[in-house]
């Protein structure tokens, strides 16, 4: 059964660091991860979709990688932004279902 | 082109009520699935419908149900409504099978009185 995990839980960090979040996943037969990203109250949007053929994609000041064999993502945001503070959950498609981790909730400073 | 689209955005029910929540898909995706948010509990699958028909379902009980008509636009309806159904419910549209990105609405936030 496949597990999805996000650490850290939260994270708070001053305006203009550059950051890592990460998601682990425990089957590594996979279609893709996707990250999204979740402000309060609102629905998830679309970061980026990397699919299992891939290493990495990038977009703007996100970048994400993929390392199936060890079973993990990292997304990479350069010099934060306080518009950057919201919730991010990775999900992966292992099959027929997407399994979401619980997120990391993001609080960059001014 | 237009997103995802839920409606209604946010409702109250009493216990024991029942709800329907309706999904129109981005045009041209003929994937939809549906999931509930909770604090507690995060993002829990509920099912997924490709051309009219069920793909998956999630662990749910049968209160839970679900269509898609031929237009790919999805119902999903919740009866015999329990103060444990309080949650955002979520749907998500994609264009291929298990390799298409998802694109979610905003959610209609339920609260069960």
């Known amino acids: 059964k496949q597990e999805v995990t996000q650490i850290p839980a939260a994270l708070s960090v001053p305006e203009g660091e550059n950051l890592v979040l990460n998601c682990s996943f425990t089957?590594?037969?996979?279609?893709?991860l996707q990250w999204f990203r979740q402000d309060p109250g609102k629905g998830l949007t679309s970061l980026l979709l990397i699919q299992s053929s891939q290493r990495e994609q990038t977009s703007g000041r996100l970048n994400a990688s993929l390392d199936k064999s060890s079973g993990r993502s990292t997304l990479y945001i350069a010099a934060s932004q306080p518009g950057d503070s919201a919730t991010y959950l990775c999900?992966?498609?292992?099959?027929?279902?997407?399994?979401f981790g619980s997120g990391t909730r993001l609080l960059v400073r001014p | 082109k237009a997103g995802v689209t839920q409606t209604p955005r946010y409702l109250i029910k009493t216990r024991g009520q029942q709800v329907t929540l309706s999904c129109s898909p981005i045009s041209g995706h003929r994937s939809v699935s549906w999931y509930q948010q909770t604090p507690g509990q995060g993002l829990q699958f509920l099912f997924e419908?490709?051309?009219?028909?069920?793909?998956n379902k999630g662990n749910f009980p049968g209160r839970f149900s679900g269509r898609q008509f031929s237009n790919s636009r999805s119902e999903m309806n919740v009866s015999t409504l329990e103060l444990g159904d309080s949650a955002l419910y979520l749907c998500a549209s994609w264009d291929r099978d298990y390799t298409g990105e998802l694109f979610f609405g905003e959610g209609s936030r339920l609260t069960v009185l």
């Open positions: 999900a992966v498609r292992g099959g027929e279902k997407l399994i």
């Open positions: 089957d590594s037969a996979i279609y893709n």
């Open positions: 419908y490709f051309s009219e028909t069920q793909r």
